[in-house]
């Protein structure tokens, strides 16, 4: 069982830089695939990053050159680095857990999932 705890949405300009946080329970946190998602009003939820185990990572097209996904194993948490955000970024952001690192673009995959952050960007 894991319990994940989301930390450091908010509101900020076009351009401005924003890190979110989650914080993982659970003595075997080094073992999860960790993910971060998004849903804006009236949309799907939408892959943003993941971070295996030993620090791979994947990124959507549309998050690749500005955002940055690491983890702290000894720590439990898992960090997203958003930099360059731009209006069309604005979601609630849920970070998630996933054991199998082939399906972690795949939100339905995931087992455990925090319970969001408002990101809101100003254009």
């Known amino acids: 069982q894991v319990q994940l705890v989301e930390s450091g949405g908010g509101l900020v300009q076009a351009g401005g830089s924003l890190r979110l946080s989650c914080a993982a329970s659970?003595?075997?946190?080094?073992?999860?695939?960790m993910g971060w998602f998004r849903q804006a009003p009236g949309k799907e939820r939408e892959f943003v990053a993941a971070?295996?185990?030993?620090?791979?990572?994947k990124y959507a097209k549309s998050v690749r050159d500005r955002f940055s996904i690491s983890r702290d194993n000894p720590k439990n948490t898992v960090d997203l680095q958003m930099n360059s955000l731009k209006p069309e970024d604005t979601a609630v952001y849920y970070c998630?857990?996933?054991?199998?690192?082939?399906?972690?673009?795949?939100?339905?995959?995931?087992?455990?999932w925090g319970q969001g952050t408002q990101v809101t960007v100003s254009s």
């Open positions: 971070i295996s185990w030993s620090g791979g990572n």
């Open positions: 998630a857990a996933n054991s199998d690192w082939f399906t972690a673009v795949d939100w339905r995959s995931y087992d455990y």
């Open positions: 659970g003595r075997t946190f080094s073992r999860y695939v």
